[in-house]
Structures are given as C-alpha cells and as structure tokens.
C-alpha cells in the first residue's frame, strides 16, 4: 500500500515562482525513481522531472534552467521548486513514484496555472 500526498499548486503570472511537495507513505523502503509529471489539458501526461535511487536526475527540455528537482535525506520527499513560468507550464502536475514491480504510483495532481 502507497500512497502519494502533493502539496503546493495554484495561479501564478508568469515569470513567478511556486513550489510543490510530495511525500511518500506505506511500503517506501525501495523506491526507485520519484519525481513529476504534468498533463496540460488536451494533452498526454509527459515527464517534467525525476530523480533515481542514486540521485540520478531527469528533467524535460522545457524546464532545465527553470526548476529544480530535489529531495530530503528519507528519500520519501521530493520537492519541485518552479522558477521563472511561462504560460506553457499550466498543467495539473503529477507527483510520481517506482515501485520495485516496475508499476507507477501517482498522486492525485495539483493544478498550476500561469496567466495574467
């Protein structure tokens, strides 16, 4: 049993800032990526970024340079932390963990909107 509880989200104009949070409980002793995903509506679910069990990072072109992907020292906690947002980031973001099956775990989304 895992469950993934995100925290963060909201309206922002563009060029502002905003951080998510996600932590994992239940059967957490392997995990072995984490990160998030976003969904813009009419589109598929893409990566924005992950991290592996050795720190390995993952980011999507669109955001490099922009966000930065982090976690704690359990490594039950990643945190995303969004600079600069362009329109194009207005997605309900995905928190996402590995489970040592290879099945996905996600969070219920927390909706990020970039506009004036």
């Known amino acids: 049993q895992v469950q993934l509880v995100e925290s963060g989200g909201g309206l922002v104009q563009p060029g502002g800032s905003l951080g998510l949070s996600c932590t994992v409980s239940g059967d957490t002793f392997t995990i072995y990526n984490m990160g998030w995903y976003r969904q813009a509506p009419g589109k598929e679910r893409d990566v924005v970024a992950t991290?592996?069990?050795?720190?390995?990072?993952v980011e999507d072109a669109s955001v490099k340079g922009r966000f930065t992907l982090s976690r704690d020292n359990t490594r039950t906690t990643v945190f995303l932390q969004m600079n600069n947002l362009k329109p194009d980031d207005t997605a309900v973001y995905f928190c996402?963990?590995?489970?040592?099956?290879?099945?996905?775990?996600w969070g219920k989304g927390t909706a990020v909107t970039v506009s004036h």
């Open positions: 991290i592996d069990i050795s720190g390995n990072l």
């Open positions: 996402y963990a590995l489970a040592p099956s290879g099945t996905p775990y």
